[in-house]
């Protein structure tokens, strides 16, 4: 339970580190949000638990694959932004085409020899 713990906050330290930085310096806290530092978090706990170069080099290739999938929600939520839709439904909207893009990783990738 404790390294459980001790990962969920230091995960939430990260985002708010970067939500506060954006407030000042929205440039600086995109950065840092941008940053693949969930991933890094991962693949090193994902080590310390079970150190198995296949596993990780598996885990490493198939985080690639996924996230290519969500690249194109930010840009459509400040499209959105800038043609007056609301925060919350441009993040729906968002959130709503990521799940659709990852569903269709998820089911075409394997069919192109993408080991997910």
């Not at 929205?26 to 969930?38: C, F, H, T």
């Not at 893009?101 to 998820?106: C, S």
């Amino acid at each position: 339970m404790v390294p459980f713990v001790l990962k969920a906050i230091i995960s939430g330290l990260l985002i708010a580190a970067a939500s506060t930085l954006a407030r000042r310096f929205p440039g600086l806290g995109a950065l840092v949000a941008s940053l693949p530092l969930v991933s890094v978090l991962g693949m090193m706990w994902l080590w310390h638990e079970r150190p198995d170069a296949a596993n990780m080099a598996a885990h490493a290739g198939a985080t690639f694959w996924y996230v290519l999938p969500s690249l194109p929600m930010f840009l459509l939520i400040p499209a959105l932004l800038r043609q007056g839709v609301g925060f919350w439904p441009a993040l729906a909207a968002g959130c709503a085409l990521t799940v659709a893009l990852y569903a269709a990783v998820t089911w075409l990738g394997p069919r192109f020899g993408l080991p997910l």
